[in-house]
């Protein structure tokens, strides 16, 4: 069927600039546009995370950063108002986890990967992508906007837990900041949802000839397996919002119980904020994977390419994300252990989550098996993924801390969360993300991004990744909750203890504005190589899979002519009996060749 609506043949009229570059239908094209919106929010996400870092490490004094960035509403003499600290908290996090590392990641790659490592002419349905990517565009507006309105931008956390964020008169973030993130939320789950079912139906249905499922490379499996998580989860917090919604205009009372405001009795009575964190983390838990497997995905596909070895056991990798993916859905309420539920029900999640650390294992043996004796070539998108290897190792250490609900309880919400989700999911999703970016770039842009920039640019983010992340471990057993804007304000915290908080918190902050500034190395080089980059030869980096046997010059439909046919699967490098070191998927097998 596609065919004939994509006919590589140029039978169609002739695209104008809206159609080519804005209106785009075209799966390569929208990829683009994901990506570049994501840089953008990115950097907004880093601006304001290096904000409240300042005011972290120096509270109460006067820094006219802050004046600048948020002028004397906000900043009053240059301190940071508490409001404003916990609204740029809140759209640090929903910028970072949402619109950079499940819209920017999965949507950027997923619609460039899967119909070219499928041998597709281009996704199941070009409107509904094209509709997925603007819905995601007027959603990170919204959220945008939200910045800039009088009363501040919505300020519960990313988590929005009730009842900050149902009662308007709570505090300024909870009225029309708070709405606006409900609706920009809105916007985003239909695009997401529209976004996945389009990925779910190409996976399934316009593979090319002979792509089996088990030949499909595991950056495709991870796409499709995180687009039905997404399919399943998603939808749950929609609901949850429409209700938290009628708590907040209709008088309903699902999340609230009594409660008294000035000197004024609320009418709401006999709803549980713990129902929300049911719902909410229905959606949030899935959500870190949604994050997290398409980056594993990239990475098992980069880490092959370039140590010029199969993947260490494929199967098992398929295994391994599906077992992900089946557990994370059923861990969420290790997420709510100082709830309150039944220990015996603490220890159900303590279990599930414990599972999880299984198929996570077999995904870092199978890396590291993978990498051993390998004739690795350090490109900068290998060096990323080796340190999505190492970011998803310490990470996953703390996480066996944090799914024990005896010990959870000690450091809930404090800094030792934080530290643990950044390292494990932020680090090892952003770093898969650069990976992904410099691997495919010669695809997106038909040019090489230049690689020695790019190492400067990993050694800097790597470094400063574990300079930031490092020393909150020891800032949350210290006792510092997250979410405080100003520790010094405690009576004993002028004693050692909070006087180690103070340095490492002044610590990480330098560490934080030297790492967002190396982003501007990044940056630089992504647009300038777009341009005036080396142009790339067809197959840059001698990888097996099908996207690279397309023309460099990018055409509707992708091929020019007949669709590959497939043969094999994308690992064959190195193997023996052939002269080079490796077989594209498109070459026949040999009589009496084994498959792998
Ligand atoms: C990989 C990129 C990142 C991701 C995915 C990410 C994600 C998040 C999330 C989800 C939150 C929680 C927001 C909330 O509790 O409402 C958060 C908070 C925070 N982030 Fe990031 N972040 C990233 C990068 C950074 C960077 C580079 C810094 C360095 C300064 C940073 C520092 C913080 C801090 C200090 C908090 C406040 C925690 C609290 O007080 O609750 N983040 N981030
Ligand atoms: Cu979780």
Redesign the pocket.
């Known amino acids: 069927m596609s065919a004939t609506v994509h006919s590589a043949q140029g039978h169609h009229h002739k695209e104008s600039f809206i159609t080519k570059y804005i209106f785009s239908q075209d799966h390569k094209m929208i990829g683009k546009q994901y990506l570049v919106t994501a840089i953008f929010m ?1 950097v907004v ?2 601006i304001l ?2 904000l ?2 300042i005011q ?1 490490a120096w509270p109460g004094e006067s820094n006219s950063v802050l004046s600048f960035f948020l002028g004397d509403t906000w900043a009053p003499d240059g301190i940071m108002n508490r409001g404003m600290y ?1 609204g740029l ?2 759209i ?3 910028i ?2 949402f619109f ?2 499940t819209a920017g990641l999965s949507g950027t790659f997923s619609n460039i990967l899967i119909p070219l490592q499928l041998g597709a002419r281009d996704m199941a349905s070009g409107l509904l992508n094209m509709i997925s990517y603007w819905l995601f565009f007027l959603s990170c507006a919204l959220m945008m906007y939200s910045l800039f309105i009088e009363t501040g931008p919505a300020n ?4 929005i837990y009730p009842p900050l964020s149902v009662y308007e008169e709570a505090i300024g973030g909870s009225g029309m900041g708070m709405t606006l993130w409900l609706l920009s939320m809105t916007l985003f789950v239909a695009s997401s949802l529209l976004g996945s079912l389009n990925y779910i139906v190409t996976v399934l249905n316009l593979r090319t000839k002979g792509m089996k499922m088990t030949r499909m490379p595991l950056t495709v499996w991870a796409f499709f397996v995180t687009a039905i998580i997404g399919v399943l989860s998603f939808p749950v917090l929609v609901s949850c919002v429409v209700l938290l919604l009628m708590d907040r205009t209709l008088g309903t009372s699902f999340y609230v119980n009594d409660a008294i405001i000035g000197s004024e009795i609320l009418e709401q009575s006999g709803g549980s904020p713990i129902l929300f964190e049911h719902l909410f983390w229905f959606l949030g838990h899935p959500e870190v994977y949604i ?1 997290l497997l398409p980056a594993l995905g990239i990475t098992s596909e980069i880490v092959s390419n370039n140590a010029r070895k199969p993947i260490f056991g494929y199967r098992a990798m398929i295994g391994s994300i599906l077992a992900i993916a089946f557990l994370s859905c059923i861990v969420w309420g290790h997420h709510m252990f100082v709830t309150g539920m039944n220990p015996f029900l603490g220890g159900v999640f303590v279990f599930t989550t414990l599972l999880i650390a299984i198929p996570s294992a077999v995904k870092v043996f199978n890396y590291l098996t993978t990498l051993w004796r390998g004739n690795i070539r350090f490109t900068p998108a290998m060096l990323f993924s080796i340190g999505l290897v190492s970011s998803f190792i310490t990470g996953g250490i703390t996480g066996l801390i944090l799914a024990d609900s005896a010990l959870d309880m000690q450091v809930h ?1 404090t ?1 030792f969360v ?1 530290a643990h ?2 390292v494990v ?3 090892s ?2 770093f898969g993300m650069f990976a992904g970016v410099y691997h495919w770039f010669p695809k997106m842009y038909g040019r090489m991004m230049h690689s020695k920039m790019g190492m400067v640019h990993f050694w800097l983010t790597f470094i ?2 574990y300079g ?2 490092f020393p ?1 471990h020891f800032v949350g057993i210290g006792g510092a ?4 804007y100003d520790y010094s304000v405690y009576e004993g915290f002028d004693n050692n203890q909070l006087g180690m908080i103070m340095d490492l918190n002044v610590i ?2 330098i ?2 504005i030297i ?2 500034l190396a982003q501007a190395i990044f940056i630089f080089n992504f647009f300038y190589s777009a341009r005036r980059g080396q142009v790339a030869p067809q197959n840059p980096w001698k990888s097996n899979s099908l996207e690279w046997t397309t023309p460099v010059e990018h055409i509707h439909g992708n091929w020019p002519g007949e669709l590959p046919e497939v043969h094999r699967w994308p690992y064959d490098y190195s193997k023996p009996g052939w002269d080079d070191d490796f077989v594209p998927q498109t070459v026949p097998v040999h009589e009496g060749e084994e498959e792998h």
């Open positions: 990115a996400a880093v995370s290096i409240f870092r972290l916990l908290v809140t640090h996090g929903t970072m986890v950079v590392l519960a956390g990313w988590t994050v919400d800094y934080v989700f950044h999911m932020g680090l999703a952003i400063c990744a930031v992340f909150m909750p997250r979410r405080y990480i902050t560490f934080a790492g967002g």
